[in-house]
């Protein structure tokens, strides 16, 4: 659920960001996390504990999180050589917060006893955290105010140099400097002004884009959530079976925290649409074998599989979105895959629950994560032909 909003209220963030700056939107994030903590600390109903997690830890973890990323991306733009790798890594650090959680909470329960004393625990930590990640984005970025977006730039002033004469007695070049307020062709962006066939085709595209994020998501919070208890109904213990998320979890950081930064702003600038469209099939192979295996090694090996394949996927959702449009409506296009990332999400969990009901095992649920995988891969394929077609062919 926590995940989920993160990802649906991303635009939101954006918004407020651009009102508050994103000091205050950082400060907010962790007052949320703080009061989440607070009330379940002391929760006495099931309602309580709902309010706690449900509303004021979804809250903080998305405008943390996505206060972060707009930070990043405006510190390091898709031009920035280190573009890819500071965005990997800030979907890394995320990420190793949602999987690594749940055991480091089992383990707090363990030792004191109550999972009251473990969750006041966090509360205190989101404290001092949020005075010191505070002062150090304060002294970072000089301003409560945050970065300030970049205006239109002006146009690109050329500068020619006409020769007069040549001046033999000094040697020196006799010229008169004009200044030309025409921009260099080299520097152009789209234009503004499309026809109305332009933007049906950009609603068609990005309607793709949006649809391919949710097919994706469904099947990837699927497996996380239903993986462990899979495991025990292939006949492994449950002890064993907790260390199949965690074997996700260190691929897909492994993914973000070296292999993108190592060759991401190298070689998959420019290419990470059709990077997607190996990806995304690589998931629903791995999704339809899953179903079928029984052995834990082979579970383990398919969960790090999953890991490597999707590591790169969210890790560089910010960076596709400069791809579509060439740089431009970069922040909605995130927010589009990010709100249908986060749909997907949610639905994923209530759909493994459903199919739990109805046919009494996982199984099945892995062919349905394969098949919208591979829709998934579809519509990338339709987004990319459809943005070559937006680019070649209308006018």
């Not at 707009?70 to 890394?92: A, G, N, Q, R």
Request: aromatic share 12%.
């Amino acid at each position: 659920m926590p995940v989920g909003v993160t990802l649906v209220i991303s635009y939101f963030v954006h918004i407020l960001n651009m009102k508050i700056g994103y000091l205050w939107s950082h400060i907010l994030g962790h007052v949320c996390t703080t009061i989440g903590m607070v009330i379940v600390t002391f929760a006495t109903t099931p309602s309580m504990v709902i309010i706690g997690f449900g509303i004021f830890i979804s809250l903080a973890m998305g405008l943390v999180f996505n206060t972060s990323l707009y930070l990043i991306v405006d510190l390091y733009p898709y031009e920035d050589k280190y573009h890819l790798t500071m965005t990997s890594f800030t979907f890394m650090f995320f990420s190793m917060g949602t999987i690594v959680g749940p055991p480091l909470t089992d383990q707090l329960i363990d030792l004191t006893s109550k999972w009251r004393h473990a969750v006041a625990i966090y509360a205190v930590l989101s404290f001092v955290v949020d005075i010191v990640s505070t002062a150090a984005l304060k002294k970072y970025i000089g301003t409560t105010k945050g970065i300030v977006h970049k205006k239109k730039e002006e146009p690109v002033k050329l500068v020619h140099i006409r020769i007069v004469d040549w001046d033999y007695s000094t040697g020196s070049l006799d010229s008169t400097i004009e200044t030309s307020s025409e921009q260099d062709e080299g520097c152009k962006p789209m234009p503004k002004s499309r026809s109305r066939k332009q933007k049906w085709v950009m609603v068609i595209m990005l309607t793709f884009w949006a649809i391919s994020w949710f097919c994706n998501n469904v099947p990837l919070v699927s497996f996380l959530v239903v993986i462990i208890k899979h495991a025990v109904d292939k006949g492994i213990s449950k002890q064993i079976a907790s260390y199949l998320p965690i074997a996700f979890g260190v691929t897909n950081g492994i993914v973000r925290a070296i292999i993108i930064p190592c060759f991401g702003d190298r070689f998959l600038k420019g290419r990470l649409l059709y990077a997607y469209l190996i990806n995304f099939p690589a998931l629903a192979v791995v999704c339809f074998m899953v179903s079928t295996r029984n052995e834990y090694w082979q579970l383990m090996l398919f969960s790090v599989l999953i890991g490597l394949v999707c590591g790169p996927i969210q890790a560089t959702c910010y960076g596709a979105g400069n791809e579509l449009f060439n740089g431009e409506l970069v922040r909605e296009i995130y927010s589009l895959a990010s709100l249908t990332s986060g749909i997907g999400v949610i639905l994923g969990t209530a759909i493994a629950g459903y199919v739990r009901d109805v046919t009494g095992s996982f199984e099945v649920l892995f062919y349905i994560n394969g098949a919208l995988s591979l829709l998934s891969a579809i519509m990338v394929l339709m987004t990319i032909l459809t943005r070559n077609f937006l680019y070649n062919k209308v006018k």
